[in-house]
């Protein structure tokens, strides 16, 4: 794909093959381009890296952050289970909201929580609204521990950051989802590496293995959820997409 854009004349065309089409610079359609093509350069350049929350690293776009505060709120669960802790930045934000709201705690799961991680997640003052577990997230014996934490009558909602491969991801909403409640998500973070497998820093397999196609083959087998971008509850503009590294993330429990 060949983008150019002509400041002057205020458009943006776009040459996809024998194909070419022209947008005005200022539309709906420039603006998804553009995004698109931001979203891959920002990642490859490790912009998702330049953030912190209350004080620790969170390696996630601010858009993803905001659109997961907006559910976090709508759905006001009593328990939030992530997978994948790394430097505790996530699961930090995710305390800071169930303290603002007086409502929920935090399940998180690492394979390796690092001890000068450890110390720092420990010794913040978001800490008692967690729990850490150390071990793999498919682990049998780590998954029993999570679902004996919850309550039946509790409000769950899932968020699976760990391993990013088809594979893993596939295991673990097949090990999780059935503590998800209805009308909450599981989420399948990161999808967006379909996007990056042509970039310098992507691996060309990940066109096929991502979070994706294991949220697509788990919707296809599991009726009772659907793939569905959570309702934004504020829009003034045209635009109905996300700007997101979770594409095809959001497994909403219908039923």
Not at 53 to 61: A, F, S, T, V
Not at 68 to 83: L, N
Not at 140 to 167: C, F, G, W, Y
Not at 178 to 195: E, F, K, L, R
Request: with cysteine; proline share 5%.
């Amino acid at each position: 794909m060949k983008l150019s854009l002509d400041t002057e004349a205020k458009t943006l065309s776009v040459e996809d093959g024998q194909r070419t089409e022209t947008h005005p610079l200022y539309s709906d359609e420039a603006f998804r381009y553009l995004s698109h093509h931001w979203l891959k350069v920002g990642w490859n350049q490790k912009y998702v890296y330049s953030f912190a929350w209350m004080g620790r690293p969170i390696i996630q776009l601010p858009e993803d952050i905001v659109r997961m505060q907006e559910v976090i709120y709508a759905v006001k669960p009593d328990v939030i289970v992530e997978t994948g802790i790394a430097h505790g930045g996530s699961l930090i934000f995710y305390a800071s909201l169930c303290k603002a709201m007086g409502k929920g705690r935090i399940i998180g799961v690492d394979i390796e929580i690092r001890p000068h991680n450890r110390k720092a997640i420990e010794e913040h003052e978001m800490f008692p609204l967690m729990t850490l577990l150390e071990g793999s997230s498919t682990d049998a014996s780590i998954v029993n521990q999570v679902k004996s934490m919850i309550k039946p009558d509790e409000r769950v909602l899932v968020i699976l950051d760990s391993n990013h491969t088809k594979d893993h991801v596939a295991d673990e909403l097949a090990m999780y989802h059935d503590i998800v409640s209805v009308g909450s998500y599981i989420v399948a973070t990161d999808g967006s590496m379909q996007d990056l497998h042509d970039v310098p820093r992507g691996h060309a397999d990940w066109k096929q293995d991502n979070p994706v196609e294991a949220a697509k083959e788990f919707a296809a087998k599991h009726p009772n959820f659907v793939i569905e971008q959570p309702t934004w509850p504020f829009n003034e503009s045209n635009l109905t997409d996300n700007i997101t590294h979770w594409p095809s993330a959001w497994l909403k429990r219908i039923s």
